[in-house]
């Protein structure tokens, strides 16, 4: 049984709280939260193939109850998972590696959404480099700080400016989902000149010619990566193995799908969140050689090493193993 839903999640929660709430006291409840953009289509696909009750039905689970939850920002989705709102965040590295510093490893990665870039664009026709932003602009991101695009930013910063000055753009962001962003970007008309969006936000402004790219975050880290993942609390995995397992499991399928099955998965993306995009526009951001769905993290190690040395997380990472769930262990991930 599918039932979708919005949390209005209050931002009462701090980010230092110790441990997440307990999870589901009974097998087949799973909630789930999702963002803006195609990153998210395998979310797409088991809402719209009914993945989780058919790999449910297969473990013994002859119902599970799905919910949805429709959330922007790293923070929110983090504060969600705290409280037991949710049980599967869907969210930026930068985002899952705080929580999983804050509440000592209780908080692991389930798998990864895909492999896609994440570009800053502009309408400010003097902003061709980072150097070339001022105190007059404004950058938009999903959530200040936190943000998979927020660390994004930081780890240029660093390469632009300098160690020791990853944060020199910080006080020129604001916080503002990518549909709301990409609507002030293209009106010029407010105080935000940059945004660091995601597909498809990124590329249907660069369609106007008012707007032309900074970079590319594949540049920035040196090749393709993973930016944003599905995480759970360890307490959750474990009072709720068989649920865990179907999730994981149709996770596992819709990647494989989407990849096998591109123009169908772009009818999905546009039927599921109504969106008024062309068909065959989204199908070609999903062909796109920078696009590829895959469970296996890339470049995760990156972030984490980089949050370590600049002192955002204080818990010892050695390797993408150690903030993972063990199902991916035996791919070639990072």
Request: hydrophobic content about 40%; overall charge negative; cysteine-free.
């Amino acid at each position: 049984m599918l039932k979708s839903m919005k949390f209005a999640v209050a931002a009462a929660l701090a980010l230092g709280t110790l441990a997440p709430a307990g999870g589901a006291s009974a097998e087949g409840l799973i909630r789930i939260s999702e963002q803006f953009g195609t990153i998210y289509l395998p979310l797409h696909v088991i809402r719209d193939q009914n993945l989780i009750e058919k790999h449910a039905k297969a473990l013994g689970l002859d119902e599970v109850k799905v919910e949805w939850a429709k959330l922007s920002g790293g923070s929110a989705i983090n504060d969600a998972l705290l409280s037991g709102s949710i049980d599967i965040a869907a969210a930026g590295i930068g985002p899952f590696l705080t929580l999983w510093d804050r509440t000592d490893g209780a908080v692991k990665i389930v798998a990864g959404l895909a492999n896609q870039p994440n570009y800053l664009i502009t309408n400010n026709p003097n902003v061709k480099t980072l150097a070339d932003f001022t105190t007059s602009d404004k950058i938009a991101l999903p959530a200040v700080g936190v943000s998979v695009q927020a660390r994004i930013l930081q780890i240029a910063a660093e390469k632009e400016f300098g160690v020791g000055n990853h944060n020199k753009l910080d006080d020129i962001t604001i916080t503002l989902p990518h549909p709301d962003a990409t609507t002030a970007l293209l009106s010029g008309s407010t105080e935000i000149t940059g945004h660091l969006s995601n597909t498809p936000f990124q590329e249907q402004a660069l369609k106007d010619p008012k707007i032309h790219k900074v970079f590319s975050s594949f540049d920035v880290l040196g090749g393709p990566v993973t930016p944003t993942y599905l995480y759970a609390t360890t307490a959750w995995r474990e009072a709720n193995p068989k649920t865990y397992q179907a999730f994981f499991e149709a996770v596992k399928e819709a990647s494989a799908w989407i990849e096998a099955n591109k123009k169908e998965a772009a009818e999905t993306y546009i039927r599921i969140e109504n969106s008024r995009l062309e068909p065959a526009f989204v199908q070609s951001l999903i062909e796109s050689p920078e696009s590829k769905f895959t469970i296996v993290p890339a470049g995760s190690y990156t972030f984490a090493e980089f949050l370590s040395r600049t002192g955002a997380i204080k818990k010892p990472v050695e390797s993408w193993k150690d903030y993972t769930f063990e199902e991916l262990h035996g791919e070639n991930g990072s």
